[in-house]
């Protein structure tokens, strides 16, 4: 399905990159952000971030068709959770869904939410 508050009549050259980490069920504690390029294994550290505010993603701008990954630390009711994601955020056209056609990026959320502790 395409949103169509999110489609471009131009190409875009780069993307929002969005990470989840948290919902309004659970809320941890000390969370810390780790963005790698490409996979974790690879070691390729883009950015750390330790999140003091309560909210609950994160945007980074992102290059297009290229690997992302993210782990998220934290502490839960007591317990340490370490959770993974990846995203690669690419471009789409659409051409009948809006009222015009239109670029739009998508695959470009990262969620480290907890979804069973």
Known sequence: MTDCRECDPEYPQQADLVIRYRTPEFIPENPRVT??????????????????????????????????????????????????????????????SCDEPCYYVYDNVIDLRLRYN
């Not at 790698?36 to 945007?59: H, P």
């Not at 992302?68 to 056209?93: C, D, H, N």
């Open 35 to 96: 963005l790698y390029e490409g996979a974790i294994e690879d070691s390729l550290i883009i950015r750390k971030f330790y999140i003091g505010e309560a909210v609950s993603f994160l945007t980074v701008d992102a290059v297009l068709y290229k690997d992302y990954s993210a782990t998220l630390e934290f502490i839960f009711e007591g317990q340490k959770y370490i959770t993974t994601g990846a995203a690669r955020p690419r471009v789409r056209y659409d051409e009948t």
